[in-house]
T-cell receptor, first 111, second 113 residues
Framework: GEDVEQSLFLSVREGDSSVINCTYTDSSSTYLYWYKQEPGAGLQLLTYIFSNMDMKQDQRLTVLLNKKDKHLSLRIADTQTGDSAIYFCAESTGGSYIPTFGRGTSLIVHP | ETGVTQSPTHLIKTRGQQVTLRCSSQSGHNTVSWYQQALGQGPQFIFQYYREEENGRGNFPPRFSGLQFPNYSSELNVNALELDDSALYLC????????????FGPGTRLTVT
């Protein structure tokens, strides 16, 4: 199976919180990342978390890491229509500079 | 600080032809990675270059090859194009310092007919 798995779609109402989930298999993952891709564009790094952290907050973004369950989530507070995009989870292991990406979660924000 | 740039933006080629895609890395980055992103998929790692040497390769055939130049810019070459090579090709640059985050260019959309 895939090393990094994500649900494919998420639909939320503008102003609500969005939670995008990701699971990974490599227990030696060192860094975990969230990227955003808008239509026709490259990937933009949103945030990352080191594996010895449980949580990281950056403005409207909150990343939660459950290392025991190998589960990562990205919460977007007060979701706006401009947040509509595909969100990719990625992980890299210590000593490897090559991240592994999930298939992406398409976030649709409707009024 | 200049971001990652790629050229061309779009390209249409015929099956069997060869193509060269180009990438300029972000200032201060010495590592360049190339990815293939098919429609509806995540980026699939093709290979990575560090200081002009290939530093890792994904599950892609030898007809995918690359180069990195002394200024850390890079090329991706694909020979004997197949229809399945149609995809968005992404270049990402990074440093060797943690957290090793990658900075992506806008991509080159390749269509093979």
């Amino acid at each position: 199976g895939e090393d990094v798995e994500q649900s494919l779609f998420l639909s939320v109402r503008e102003g609500d919180s969005s939670v995008i989930n990701c699971t990974y298999t490599d227990s030696s993952s060192t860094y975990l990342y969230w990227y955003k891709q808008e239509p026709g564009a490259g990937l933009q790094l949103l945030t990352y978390i080191f594996s010895n952290m449980d949580m990281k907050q950056d403005q409207r973004l909150t990343v939660l890491l459950n290392k025991k369950d190998k589960h990562l989530s990205l919460r977007i507070a007060d979701t706006q229509t401009g947040d509509s995009a595909i969100y990719f989870c990625a992980e890299s292991t210590g000593g490897s500079y090559i991240p592994t990406f999930g298939r992406g979660t398409s976030l649709i924000v409707h009024p | 600080e200049t971001g990652v740039t790629q050229s061309p933006t779009h390209l249409i080629k015929t099956r069997g032809q060869q193509v060269t895609l180009r990438c300029s890395s972000q200032s201060g980055h010495n590592t360049v990675s190339w990815y293939q992103q098919a429609l509806g998929q995540g980026p699939q790692f093709i290979f990575q270059y560090y200081r002009e040497e290939e530093n890792g390769r994904g599950n892609f055939p030898p007809r995918f090859s690359g180069l990195q130049f002394p200024n850390y810019s890079s090329e991706l070459n694909v020979n004997a194009l197949e229809l399945d090579d149609s995809a968005l090709y992404l270049c990402a640059s990074s440093s060797r310092d943690p957290p090793y985050e990658q900075y992506f260019g806008p991509g080159t959309r390749l269509t093979v007919t």
